[in-house]
């Protein structure tokens, strides 16, 4: 089997990951910070340990400002939920997932003022258009590092530039870039940043967080109200971080699971994986671009983009030829919309939708021979596919 579906989850993790959460429920496995006995404290150092481990990643200073949630979607919900008020203004773009687009338009229709800013049919963004889209009510800048459709990279260090000296806050969507590519929070000017732990950080799925920077603290209203663990004498819910946004017991054995892939991603280092995702990712492109009958959507630029590729082959539907893929080949993919229906928009893929493939750090590049000769089979068929 060929896994070509890291964008919607990495597979397989490494070994560490499924060890620790093992480790995890046979060792401490108690509920962290809600009581004062050995197991109970055992199980707080593995969650410090994950604090720790992604603040560093990010270059975010604080462990203590890293908020755990779910996923990516419950993160960013929190910053977009959590900031905006009627009558405030809010920058996006056209190429944004729905966990973005949807609150954006829950709240669009409570008053909020969204601009979704278009990028080109690459998916490139140009920060002018943003600049020019700002106004006295901005409040926010909502976009993501890297496009799960087509891996194309938004230009976050330029933005993050324009909310210096203003009174807005600048939200990094980073599903798909954080353990793919490079982040320094505070070198780019990131107040928050989403991210999930079940994708390029090779966590479990189940987990993800919130970093929030020094000048976006305090302004966030929490998502959930309950226990903490913490000032349990009174009713009113904690306003310090971390506790603030951390209603509930928290997914410990698949934080010990994120802490090791977390790991992972240290021992192989950021730098040596960027270079053989895109080493991989620049070989499908071109293999993919000398075939009839297919478009390659995006920049066509691996130094650009994240390991995603995404394309269509004339005369067949995008879902036939993920099926086909699996039957003959044995590929798992995605087709579709992929949750995303304003970049597809952009691209001209709607309301059809694309073959996405997204790879990984454990994919090879005989893998990538053997892809390109499965879809070769399917491009050389006549018009209509397996119609």
């Not at 990279?153 to 939200?171: D, K, M, N, T, Y």
């Not at 009174?234 to 054995?253: I, K, Q, R």
Request: negative net charge; hydrophobic residues 40%.
């Amino acid at each position: 089997m060929i896994y070509f579906d890291n964008a919607a989850t990495s597979w397989p993790k490494p070994k560490g990951v499924p060890e620790a959460m093992e480790r995890f429920l046979k060792g401490p496995g108690a509920n962290p910070g809600r009581s004062g006995h050995a197991l109970s404290i055992q199980a707080g150092r593995v969650v410090f340990e994950a604090r720790e481990r992604v603040a560093r990643l990010f270059g975010h200073g604080d462990p203590m400002s890293v908020v755990f949630t779910k996923n990516a979607t419950e993160a960013l919900n929190l910053a977009i939920q959590g900031l905006l008020k009627p009558g405030d203004h809010v920058l996006t773009s056209t190429m944004e997932h729905n966990s973005v687009l949807r609150p954006l338009r829950f709240l669009e229709g409570r008053g909020v003022d969204v601009t979704r800013v278009p990028c080109d049919t690459s998916g490139s963004l140009d920060p002018a258009d943003v600049k020019a889209a700002l106004s006295a009510k901005t409040r926010l800048i909502v976009l993501s590092h890297a496009s799960n459709v087509v891996g194309t990279l938004c230009p976050v260090e330029e933005i993050g530039q324009l909310s210096a000296g203003r009174e807005l806050i600048f939200c990094v969507d980073a599903a798909q870039s954080a353990g793919a590519c490079p982040i320094d929070m505070a070198a780019m000017g990131i107040d928050l940043l989403a991210f999930t732990g079940h994708k390029s950080l090779y966590g479990p799925q189940g987990t993800g967080g919130l970093c929030i920077g020094e000048r976006a603290r305090g302004r966030l209203s929490p998502l959930l109200y309950g226990g903490t663990g913490s000032v349990s004498d009174s009713d009113v819910h904690p306003d310090f971080l971390p506790d603030c946004f951390e209603a509930g017991t928290l997914n410990a054995v698949g934080l010990a699971g994120l802490a090791a892939g977390l790991e992972f991603v240290e021992e192989r280092g950021l730098a040596a994986i960027r270079e053989h995702e895109a080493k991989l990712t620049a070989r499908l492109i071109d293999g993919l671009r000398e075939l009839p009958r297919l478009r390659v959507h995006g920049t066509g630029d691996a130094a650009r983009q994240t390991a995603v590729v995404s394309f269509n082959i004339d005369g067949w539907s995008c879902s036939e030829v993920a099926s086909a893929l699996e039957d003959r080949a044995f590929i798992c993919c995605r087709a579709g919309l992929h949750c995303a229906p304003l970049a597809h928009r952009q691209l001209g893929t709607f309301p059809e939708g694309a073959v996405r493939f997204s790879l990984g750090i454990f994919n090879t590049e005989e893998e990538i021979a053997a892809a390109l000769d499965a879809v070769r089979e399917l491009a050389v068929q006549p018009k209509g596919g397996m119609s």
